[in-house]
């Protein structure tokens, strides 16, 4: 920790602790999250799954069906009996298993297609998706939001009822891991900034709980200054101590508190950091990948 480093608003504005979120919420009178039995380092408290809802119609999208679980297919048929809603669609965020692994299952369960950026997910009658691509459901509109960085297939899924669906391109705790290679911090920046100017609104996270509308925008200034605050650290490092590699330099950025289950998404984010460092030609890799300024 430095004295400069960013403070992440919710802290101070309170954020419900880590397991503590129901398994079935609703956001919304057609918007609920059901949460996978998936909890861990990485997930925090398991994937969250969207239903967003046309009840007039009796149709429901399902975002992020997450990991397969019978436990978890229940809980998400429950909300759609319960709401006498059909669903009509599966869409994916992105390709990580723990939001993707039982889309095709639940495509034949409820008879549906699997829509995604990457056409080896797109399944069934499901289509591919990109950037501005629009859809009706009912009389709500969806937008899909091209979010590259955390990896490069990632999408996020407005709705005109003033929600975005935000898989893991922002978390309901702490930041999002930029996973190099796929991932990468420029995108990942673009990314946050393109999001910024969609304005204020709530965001649901694929992990945790939502971002008020009232804290959305001063949580990605928190997201944009983290990334910038992470690339200072570096270079304020490597000024010390050169040449230094990436799992040196991974313990000295995150600490020893760093959990040994988080220390692979840590390196792959600093290596994200360290690749936008060297494209800008501010620091320089060797033969044995140790790093110095230029
Ligand atoms: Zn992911």
């Known amino acids: 920790m430095t004295e400069d480093e960013p403070q992440d608003p919710r802290i101070a504005a309170g954020i419900p602790p880590l397991g503590t979120l129901e398994t079935i919420t609703y956001i919304s009178d057609e918007l609920a999250r059901v949460v996978a039995p998936n909890p861990s380092p990485n997930t925090l408290d398991g994937t969250n799954t969207y239903v967003i809802m046309d009840r007039a119609g009796g149709a429901a999208l399902i975002v992020d069906p997450g990991p397969v679980s019978d436990l978890h297919l229940e809980n998400v048929k429950t909300v759609l009996d319960s709401e006498n809603v059909e669903a009509v669609g599966i869409f994916l965020t992105h390709h990580h298993l723990d939001h993707s692994e039982t889309a095709r299952l639940w495509s034949r369960e409820f008879g549906v297609g699997v ?82 100017k969609l304005g204020s609104q709530v965001i649901l996270p694929g992990h945790g709980p939502e971002i008020s509308e009232e804290l959305s925008e001063k949580v990605i200034e928190y997201y944009i200054s983290h990334r910038h605050h992470r690339l200072a650290q570096i270079v304020s490092i490597l000024d010390q101590e050169v040449p230094i590699n990436v799992d040196d330099l991974t313990r000295k950025i995150y600490g020893p508190e760093l959990p040994d289950a988080l220390f692979k998404p840590a390196k792959q984010s600093t290596r994200a950091s360290l690749t936008y460092l060297v494209q800008r030609e501010i620091i320089e890799v060797d033969e044995e990948e140790r790093y110095n300024l230029v």
């Open 115 to 196: 829509s995604a950026f990457l056409p080896r997910l797109v399944f069934g009658i499901g289509k591919v998706l990109g950037d501005d691509d629009r859809f009706e459901l009912g009389n709500k509109q969806i937008k899909v939001v091209a979010t590259p960085g955390h990896v490069h297939d990632h999408l996020a899924f407005q709705v005109d009822s003033g929600h975005l669906l935000a898989g893991d391109h922002m978390l309901g705790r702490s930041t999002s891991v930029i996973a190099h290679p796929d991932g990468d911090l420029e995108k990942y920046l673009s990314s946050l900034a393109k999001v910024r």
